[in-house]
C-alpha cells in the first residue's frame, strides 16, 4: 500500500510532482539493498516541502531521485506531467538543465570564476547570446542581494554569500523545482537563519517549488509542510505546519 502524502492544490491545479509506487535499490555484491520502498508523494506548485529523517532513512536518495540525477528501480515519479522515471539518459540530462536548480551543502562554486560568472554557468547549455546570459546572471544575483559582489571570486565571500550565490545560480534558469540538500549545513546558525529565510521568499513572493533535505528541526521550520522518512518509508507528518510567524525562518539559538 502506498502511503500518500500530499495534499489539493488550489483551485484544483495538479500537482507539480507526482510520485507512485516508487522503489529504489543497490546492489552489494550479489545483495540488494532496498533503500526506498513503495513511496507515494505529492507537491503541489508554490510549496516548500522539508525532507527530515534519521541517517539510512532515504532521504537524500528521494532527492535525488525527484531531481532526476538518480533512476528508480521502479515506479513513476511525474514532474510537471512528464514521467522522468521513463527518459534516457541524454533526455533526462536535458529535462535536469531546464527544470531543475540545485543547490548544495558546500556550494560547489567554481573558484576560479566570479559570483556572476558561477551563476552564468547553467546558462552555457542554453542558446543565448552572451549578452542575455550576462543579464540573467546579474538579476539573479540581485535577486539573493549580492549585485556588489558580482566580480568577486569564491574565497573572498563569506559562507552566506556563497550559499546565495549558489542559490542565484539555482534560480537563474527559472527552473520550475528547486532541490536543496542540507543547505545550512556548513553555516552558522545565524548564517543559516538568513539563507532559510531568502528561501522563504522565494516561496513567498515568486512562487517557487522548493524541496529540501534537512537533519535540522530549526531548518525545517522555514517549509509549509515537513516529510518523515523512517527506513525508506513515509510516515505520518504532522498536520500542522511548522512554519514560524511572519516566515522568517528560524531564529537563532538563544
Not at 505529492?42 to 516541502?49: K, N, S, W, Y
Not at 536543496?180 to 513572493?205: F, H, S
Amino acid at each position: 500500500m502506498v502511503l500518500m502524502s500530499g495534499r489539493p492544490a488550489p483551485g484544483g491545479a495538479p500537482p507539480l510532482i507526482r510520485i507512485r509506487h516508487l522503489s529504489k535499490s543497490y546492489r552489494r555484491g550479489d545483495q540488494e539493498v532496498p533503500v526506498l520502498l513503495d513511496i507515494g508523494l505529492e507537491v503541489q506548485p508554490g510549496e516548500f516541502v522539508a525532507l527530515m529523517g534519521p541517517s539510512g532513512s532515504g532521504k537524500s536518495t528521494l532527492l535525488n531521485l525527484i531531481a532526476g540525477i538518480d533512476k528508480p528501480s521502479s515506479g513513476t515519479i511525474e514532474i510537471a506531467g512528464v514521467d522522468i522515471a521513463a527518459l534516457g539518459e541524454g533526455e533526462l540530462a536535458d529535462w535536469r538543465a531546464a527544470n531543475v536548480g540545485f543547490v548544495f551543502q558546500f556550494y560547489n562554486l567554481m573558484p576560479v570564476l566570479t559570483a556572476l560568472e558561477n551563476v552564468e554557468l547553467p546558462l552555457l547549455l542554453a542558446a543565448l547570446p552572451g549578452r542575455e546570459r550576462r543579464r540573467r546572471a546579474a538579476a539573479a544575483l540581485q535577486a539573493v542581494g549580492l549585485s556588489d559582489r558580482a566580480g568577486h571570486y569564491p574565497n573572498e565571500l563569506s559562507g552566506g554569500q556563497q550559499q546565495r550565490v549558489a542559490i542565484a545560480r539555482a534560480l537563474v534558469t527559472e527552473p520550475s523545482l528547486i532541490v536543496a540538500d542540507e543547505p545550512t549545513g556548513d553555516l552558522d546558525r545565524a548564517t543559516g537563519a538568513e539563507v532559510l529565510a531568502l528561501l522563504r521568499r522565494l516561496v513567498d513572493e515568486q512562487g517557487r517549488t522548493i524541496v529540501m533535505v534537512t537533519h535540522d528541526p530549526k531548518a525545517a521550520a522555514s517549509a509549509g509542510r515537513l516529510v518523515h522518512l523512517e527506513k525508506g518509508v513515509l510516515v505520518d507528518e504532522p498536520e500542522a505546519t511548522m512554519r514560524l510567524p511572519d516566515a522568517e525562518g528560524p531564529r537563532p539559538d538563544t
